[in-house]
């Protein structure tokens, strides 16, 4: 976790996963590096705001891998789930809601399905690709903590790849353009 400016009420804070994706975001707005995965997201995000530090609002800005085949390009999720959790069964144990699907927003837009899960394989893909469009490691994470501390949250992902074989190829070739591109939309939507 590394915080790289001072979180204020008045300005976002960029929530960033890896360095890389952050490459090219200017220093007008703090940005937290996490580091890879939910429980990463998680922690660091909740650190920051249990210092009582809280921001306009919390943007999320990654790479996301393509299930579908055409998903190209810059996108705010409209929905975001967690694949890697067995929310039907749990509830069904326990009686209880854990991990269900979150809606951020009433703009069209993808589903994003996050996961600790790099996914790498045609299988993995395929299986994705009937419940979301695209897939992370961190953006769930990131809307509930954001949710739970009573922040707006946003998700904007980057097509870096198409999800399956070669995707860990296909991410480090990418993830430099990607970056510009994200600090482009940063400096076109955020103020």
Not at 9 to 24: I, K, M
Not at 37 to 55: C, D, H, Q, S, Y
Not at 73 to 84: C, F, K, P, S, Y
Not at 123 to 152: F, H, I, N, Q, T
């Amino acid at each position: 976790m590394r915080l790289i400016g001072t979180v204020s009420p008045d300005r976002p804070l960029l929530v960033v996963a890896v360095r890389e994706e952050a490459a090219h975001l200017d220093e007008r707005l703090p940005v937290l590096l996490t580091g890879i995965g939910k429980i990463n997201a998680t922690a660091a995000l909740a650190t920051v705001l249990a210092r009582g530090e809280r921001p306009s609002e919390i943007v999320n800005l990654g790479t996301a891998g393509a299930l579908k085949s055409g998903w190209a390009g810059t996108h705010e999720i409209a929905r975001v789930l967690q694949h890697d959790i067995d929310t039907p069964a749990l509830e069904a144990l326990t009686g209880r809601s854990y991990g269900a699907p979150l809606t951020l927003g009433s703009a069209p837009g993808p589903v994003l399905a996050t996961g600790d899960l790099f996914v790498s394989d045609e299988e993995a893909r395929a299986r994705l690709a009937r419940s979301a469009d695209l897939v992370d490691m961190e953006g769930y994470a990131v809307a509930v903590v954001a949710r739970r501390a009573e922040l707006p949250v946003r998700l904007v992902k980057h097509v870096s790849d198409e999800a399956g074989e070669g995707a860990g190829n296909s991410w480090r070739d990418a993830v430099d353009g990607c970056a510009k591109i994200l600090a482009e939309w940063v400096a076109e939507h955020l103020h």
